[in-house]
């Protein structure tokens, strides 16, 4: 890792920093107090020239939802810092920041609380049927009393098999078993030792082997990091090894999901339903089918989307900026040292 040099004399030496997608108001003021700022989002056609041109001359870059692939980087000769603004780093060409020991850094642990509600309300939303039933509300179709027809399914005491049980999906396991009453079954890709990291669960959640697993759930919940061991991992082979009316829930990245393949389960079995948070592409392209299946909840990549975990996310991006521009060690750097 190359961090930036302290300087010699003890006074602080103003970067370039290319903010690529809006901050608050209080973090973009930490920024300017001490570096030459630029506010460019390549998103929008008339920034892109801004952008091109603050990218050429940045030490430091911070945002999100935009891909800072190889050709980015290339662009970028003085870059010394990336700091993302989400904790997921699929939008980086992670080998290329390695080669030229650009630091990267992102915003795990302040959201995943938040996250894990989502993936909750996303649970209950498929389960008990909750657009639907309040859509039917809304157009006046409630003339009388739902019948069997309608009825949802229960969540308490039901068993939730976990893709994924790093620190979102261990919140999402509190919520199931401490909550809800419900055993928890989790595929990582290593066991996770409860007794030092999640005490609580300890007899709660167990780490069952991913045939077991997708075999004895009600609800299967991917919270994965797009990678390339995950990328179209939960395909039709996955899915044909679900229990019969499962509920699938996707909050990690919807590129480990083969969207076909879910499609598929869903019409011919053995899926339920599914609540979707995040899809391959975003936004969701209108011809998905996925956007207007009758037993798909389909969400806009809602899961941080809160006032507060917003700016914490951008308050912890700010900081990680700041340390490594001034060359020191960032509070969340990606990998972490004990990767
Ligand atoms: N929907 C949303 O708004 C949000 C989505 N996310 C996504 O959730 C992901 C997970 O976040 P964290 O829990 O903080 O990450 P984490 O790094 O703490 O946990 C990742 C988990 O996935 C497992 N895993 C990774 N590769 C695997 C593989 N090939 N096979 C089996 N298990 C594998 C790991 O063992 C670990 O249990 C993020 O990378 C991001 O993509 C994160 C925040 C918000
Ligand atoms: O942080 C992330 O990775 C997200 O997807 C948005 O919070």
Redesign the pocket.
């Known amino acids: 890792m190359s961090l930036a040099p302290p300087s010699t004399d003890g006074s602080a030496v103003r970067k370039q920093v290319l903010v690529f997608r809006e901050l608050p108001p209080d973090q973009l003021a930490r920024l300017t107090a001490v570096h030459d700022v630029t506010v460019a989002n390549p998103r929008k056609p008339d920034e892109r020239a801004l952008f091109d041109a603050a990218l050429a001359q940045a030490h430091g870059l911070i945002g999100s939802s935009f891909p800072i692939d190889a050709a980015v980087l290339a662009r970028a000769p003085r870059l010394q810092v990336v700091s993302s603004i ?5 939008n980086y060409a992670l080998d290329a920041l390695q080669a030229r020991g650009i630091v990267l850094c992102h915003t ?2 302040v ?2 609380e938040t ?1 894990a509600d ?2 909750f309300a996303l649970l209950m939303a498929t389960s008990r049927r909750l657009v639907e039933l309040s859509q039917l509300v809304r157009e006046g179709r409630w003339t009388h009393n739902i019948g069997e027809d309608l009825f949802g399914s229960d969540v308490h005491g039901k068993t939730l098999g976990l ?9 999402v396991a509190r919520r199931a078993a401490l909550g809800f009453g419900m055993p928890v079954m ?5 066991p ?1 030792d409860l007794a030092t990291q999640a005490p609580e669960l300890q007899g709660k959640a167990i780490h069952a082997p991913l045939p077991v697993l997708l075999a004895q759930a009600d609800f299967v919940v991917a ?5 390339d ?2 990328r179209g ?1 939960v395909n039709a082979d996955l899915f044909a090894a679900m229990k019969p009316g499962a509920i699938f829930i996707n ?3 919807g590129a480990t999901v083969v969207e076909q393949d879910l499609l598929h389960a869903l019409d011919h079995g053995p899926l339920r339903a599914a609540g979707l ?2 899809f391959a592409t975003e936004p969701l392209p209108l011809a998905s089918p996925l956007r207007t299946h009758p037993r798909v909840t389909p969400l806009p ?5 809160t006032h507060d975990t917003r700016h914490a996310m951008a308050a912890l991006a700010t900081t990680n900026l700041l340390q490594a521009l001034a060359g020191e060690r960032p509070a969340a750097v990606y990998p972490p040292a004990h990767a």
């Open positions: 989400s904790v997921g780093v699929d795990p642990g959201l995943d996250v989502s993936v893709l994924g049980f790093g620190r979102i999906g261990q919140a989790y595929h990582a890709r290593r996770v919270m994965l990091p797009l990678s061991s995950t991992m909050g990690g990245r948070d995040v990549h809602i899961g941080s989307a």
